[in-house]
């Protein structure tokens, strides 16, 4: 292993090494999962949902069961301690765990020396003081060049790339990890709020109904139910009444939706938008729509799903126009990359717009 790392591993390098040669070997596995995945469902578009959800659920096993069996089957090389013998020749005296102490070694006693100790003076017998480091026995034989190893595979030139690397690979994934753990935390942290702030005991019509549920559904333990101030409810926007502004619906606990309609005085016009996919979903989520009104102002707007606490806003769009001013042109880049334009459009305040049928231009983002 690598000595780049200042600090002290808890566990031994061996199994840092391990850990970090799991997580390369995760790259490709998962890459290879995802894509067979991905083949497979495509296969079996036309088959029944079940089958490719067990078919993903399988994927998901097999993306776990990956990195258990490379961690038990993935070869570690023990670290390696150079011994040099008097006659020149290098012996590697294998360890399983560098932290360990080693057992002191006499090196005249098994004729070795350490290599970190080879320039050191040792009273050999029938050798002057410092010949060792000055002169070489006349018998020294010459390192041939027919008992150098072969040229390393490809593998194994990637495993002395890769291995260097390993323990900043683990370093990584450990940081990656305490940050994605703190997000059950956060939300740890919200729900104890929500229990202890802003609370008010539940009416007893909601007790009541909790009790039959429970007795109904055979739960044992208790339930505890509150009112709070801090719960977020849904509150989505959209042209409700179909006059040209948008209206609001908020639902409350424990009664019915609150509908706010907007039935200001205006003094400028309005257009509603629908955009329908063909080749992209049929809600044309991700397209951003251009308008043009006959001022030459324009007004960006992006469509997308979602926007409130488990609701959804209305996929029309409606854009205010100034007063006594139409639209003269509608630009709309779909999420295929592909952007349309449509132009002398009628007077209505109505538009439906169709994938395919506008005008192919080039889109303004293609240079970037």
């Not at 999420?335 to 334009?341: A, C, D, L, V």
Request: net charge neutral; proline share 6%.
């Amino acid at each position: 292993m690598n000595q780049v790392l200042a600090f002290e591993w808890p566990f031994s390098e061996s199994a840092v090494e391990r850990l970090g040669w799991v997580l390369v070997h995760s790259f490709w596995q998962f890459a290879l999962v995802a894509w067979l995945a991905g083949v497979a469902v495509h296969t079996l578009r036309r088959n029944a949902a079940t089958t490719r959800y067990a078919l993903l659920v399988v994927a998901m096993a097999v993306s776990t069961a990956a990195p258990v069996a490379t961690w038990m089957l993935v070869p570690i090389d023990p670290p390696t301690e150079f011994l040099v013998s008097r006659a020149g020749a290098v012996i590697e005296l294998e360890s399983d765990d560098l932290t360990k102490p080693r057992t002191a070694v006499d090196p005249f006693a098994v004729g070795l020396i350490l290599a970190s100790d080879f320039n050191r003076e040792f009273p050999v017998p029938g050798y002057e003081v410092g010949m060792m480091n000055s002169q070489v026995p006349p018998e020294t034989p010459t390192p041939s060049t027919e008992n150098r190893q072969p040229v390393s595979s490809w593998l194994e030139r990637t495993q002395t790339i890769l291995r260097p690397w390993l323990a900043w690979t683990v370093t990584v994934w450990g940081l990656g990890v305490v940050l994605c753990s703190t997000r059950p935390l956060l939300g740890w942290h919200t729900l104890r709020r929500l229990q202890r702030v802003g609370v008010s005991p539940a009416s007893d019509e909601v007790l009541s109904t909790l009790r039959r549920v429970s007795a109904r559904l055979g739960l044992r333990r208790a339930v505890r139910v509150l009112q709070s101030t801090l719960a977020q409810v849904p509150v989505v926007r959209g042209d409700i009444d179909n006059d040209g502004d948008v209206d609001l619906v908020v639902t409350h606990m424990d009664d019915v939706p609150a509908l706010l309609k907007n039935d200001s005085d205006r003094k400028f016009g309005s257009v509603s938008i629908r955009c329908v996919g063909v080749d992209t979903s049929r809600q044309a989520l991700g397209a951003t729509v251009r308008v043009t009104d006959s001022s030459g102002s324009e007004t960006v707007v992006q469509i997308a799903s979602g926007g409130s606490f488990q609701a959804s806003h209305d996929s029309r769009l409606v854009v205010a126009l100034p007063e006594s001013c139409a639209v003269q042109q509608v630009s709309i880049r779909w999420p295929t990359g592909r952007t349309e334009q449509w132009s002398s459009l009628p007077s209505e305040r109505k538009l439906v717009l169709i994938e395919g049928t506008g005008t192919e231009v080039e889109s303004r983002d293609s240079s970037r």
